[in-house]
């Protein structure tokens, strides 16, 4: 079969279009194509997280993206609207940041959970305010140098994922472009449910981490074989784990970025203890229900 046939007949079927505006090494756009080519062509965008909107601008949806400070809230209207034209079989995914879902947005997506919103809330996670400056996040790990955080920040990252999950959703997963058939996965079973279902995934992004981007997926997958960045599932309250790798040193994770290049040796014994316990955590609640 003739080759450029071959990648001209995905592009004509893909509803994600050639070329981007994000910077090199960035993320977005393989997530994006990864949970398009999941989600199918039945779906309405809001938002897409101010870094990741660079590639979500390409999408061949009906999309709408008035400020993430409507995280969750206008999404809401439009499944209201959904319901009142008869159509619920449309998928309404909302988007953003970390800033938008840790810090502005975060009352919004909690109401929305709350009132268990028939939508899919998304948390494209970079880890700081990137486009804006590099500025630190609620979301932002302890250690990491912003423009905010010169000497690295002194405060852990929010656990949003397991803070979600408290509010009795239906369905809460972590994800990472790493690990694609994880990701789609959990995508693919989030279409599946009806109510609030959110899943967050972090996005490397060389230009606030710091680090070649030729290395993205290589450094976004030691953050998730390290258990820097889990990945599991909460299911109808059930926790369990996806994928569970024999364990790396955190170290060879940050010293893949110079973002956390300042950091001493106790800093990264404090940072290695604090992952540890979390997996330890997770591994003994595998299997189990979590939210009473």
């Known amino acids: 079969m003739d080759k450029n046939k071959l990648f001209d007949d995905y592009y004509k079927k893909s509803l994600l279009q050639g070329g981007t505006t994000c910077c090199p090494g960035c993320g977005g756009p393989l997530y994006w194509r990864m949970i398009l080519e999941t989600l199918g062509p039945n779906t309405i965008l809001y938002g897409g997280g101010p870094c990741a909107g660079c590639a979500s601008r390409n999408i061949k949806l009906p999309r709408f993206n008035l400020h993430f400070s409507f995280v969750a809230d206008a999404p809401s209207g439009i499944v209201a609207a959904l319901v009142a034209k008869g159509r619920e079989d449309v998928t309404v995914v909302s988007s953003t940041g970390d800033g938008g879902t840790g810090d502005i947005g975060f009352g919004k997506i909690s109401a929305a959970a709350e009132r268990n919103e028939?939508?899919?809330?998304?948390?494209?996670?970079?880890?700081?305010?990137?486009?804006?400056?590099?500025?630190?996040?609620?979301?932002?790990?302890y250690g990491a140098w912003t423009t905010t955080t010169p000497l690295g920040k002194e405060a852990n990252k929010k656990e949003i994922p397991l803070i979600v999950a408290q509010h009795k959703v239906p369905y809460v997963a972590t994800t990472s472009v790493a690990y694609p058939a994880d990701l789609r996965a959990k995508v693919a079973k989030a279409k599946d449910i009806k109510g609030f279902r959110y899943l967050h995934t972090v996005m490397p992004c060389p230009t606030g981490w710091r680090f070649d981007p030729a290395k993205s997926v290589e450094v976004t997958k030691m953050m998730v074989d390290t258990w820097a960045w889990p990945l599991y599932e909460v299911d109808h309250g059930v926790l369990k784990l996806t994928v569970k790798p024999k364990q790396r040193p955190v170290e060879d994770y940050l010293k893949a970025q110079n973002r956390f290049r300042h950091l001493k040796d106790d800093q990264i014994q404090f940072l290695q203890k604090t992952i540890d316990d979390k997996r330890d955590m997770l591994l003994e609640s595998d299997g189990k229900r979590i939210i009473i």
């Open 118 to 141: 028939n939508m899919i809330q998304m948390c494209v996670d970079n880890e700081a305010y990137m486009n804006t400056g590099i500025q630190k996040s609620g979301l932002t790990p």
